[in-house]
């Protein structure tokens, strides 16, 4: 046979296979018998089949997008063999000739299906351990990040801790000073002339304490990274009436986000005001 009249031949028997990918044969409606009839004009004359042209034809069929499927493959060349066999067993035996190549076809197509039925079954086994081992990897670096957050934390915190003592040390040493400065402004007021220079140290003294107490407070919030401020009413602070994009100015900020140290000094400064005013008159006799 002519190599082009084997290629032709060779071309058709491949195409008849995607057929019988496609759907099951109806055994009532006998759907295998034009099926066989081809394969005896394929097999009709010396021709044989490539077992290396079935390697592609398979590797097709098991891909995933189209519309073939091995089941149905291997279940019309069942179909087709008991056909054939039954026919064999009798006298007539009408698809003689079709026959042993069908039987040597059936055994080549079923070898390449079941080796690529293992060696999707191996890929895919592959696939689910590489996808493990992504998970674990990914799994793995999580864990190397939070440790590793863990540490900077561990390392930094007995920094804040020291810092955070060494701020409250500095308290108790501002409090402790305040009150021994009180405490002579206090005793010394007997010996002073006007009384309001005492008030005035006193009030000054006590206003330089505070902010310095609330500086290392505030100092703290930071390093220990909580809120000391009071909670806005509008978003962002902004000034109530006066539409979302206005902002207050400085000192109504500190009002509104720090009301104790702004009325605090507020008030201090009111009685520095009123005590030094007093002093004046006092100073020029008006008062007695």
């Not at 004359?45 to 077992?51: L, Q």
């Not at 005035?200 to 100092?219: E, K, P, R």
Request: aromatic share 12%; hydrophobic share 40%; proline share 2%.
């Amino acid at each position: 046979m002519f190599p082009e009249e084997t290629r032709i031949r060779q071309k058709k028997l491949s195409d008849l296979i995607y057929e019988l990918s496609e759907k099951i044969l109806d055994k009532e409606k006998q759907e295998y018998l034009p099926v066989i009839d081809v394969l005896e004009m394929i097999y009709e004359g010396e021709f044989k089949h490539s077992y290396s042209d079935l390697f592609p034809v398979i590797l097709k069929i098991f891909e995933a997008n189209n519309n073939y499927d091995k089941e149905y493959l291997t279940a019309n060349l069942e179909i087709i063999r008991n056909e054939l066999e039954t026919d064999y067993s009798k006298a007539g035996k009408k698809y003689e000739t079709v026959y042993k190549p069908f039987i040597k076809l059936c055994d080549h197509l079923n070898l390449q299906i079941g080796e690529m039925s293992v060696f999707s079954r191996t890929e895919d086994k592959v696939n689910d351990a590489k996808a493990l081992v992504t998970e674990v990897n990914n799994n793995l670096k999580n864990a190397t990040t939070t440790l590793e957050r863990a540490n900077e934390k561990a390392k930094s915190l007995q920094t804040e801790l020291i810092t955070v003592l060494s701020i409250f040390a500095a308290i108790v040493i501002a409090f402790s000073g305040g009150f021994t400065f009180l405490g002579g402004v206090m005793t010394s007021i007997k010996d002073v002339a006007y009384f309001e220079s005492v008030v005035l140290s006193a009030v000054i003294c006590g206003l330089v304490i505070f902010n310095t107490i609330f500086l290392m407070m505030y100092l703290v919030s930071k390093i220990t990274e909580r809120n000391i401020y009071a909670r806005c009413l509008t978003k962002d602070c902004s000034c109530e009436g006066e539409g979302a994009k206005c902002k207050c100015n400085g000192i109504n900020r500190i009002r509104k986000r720090l009301p104790y140290v702004f009325y605090y000094n507020v008030f201090s400064v009111i009685i520095i005001v009123i005590d030094m005013f007093i002093w004046f008159l006092d100073i020029k006799d008006i008062i007695i």
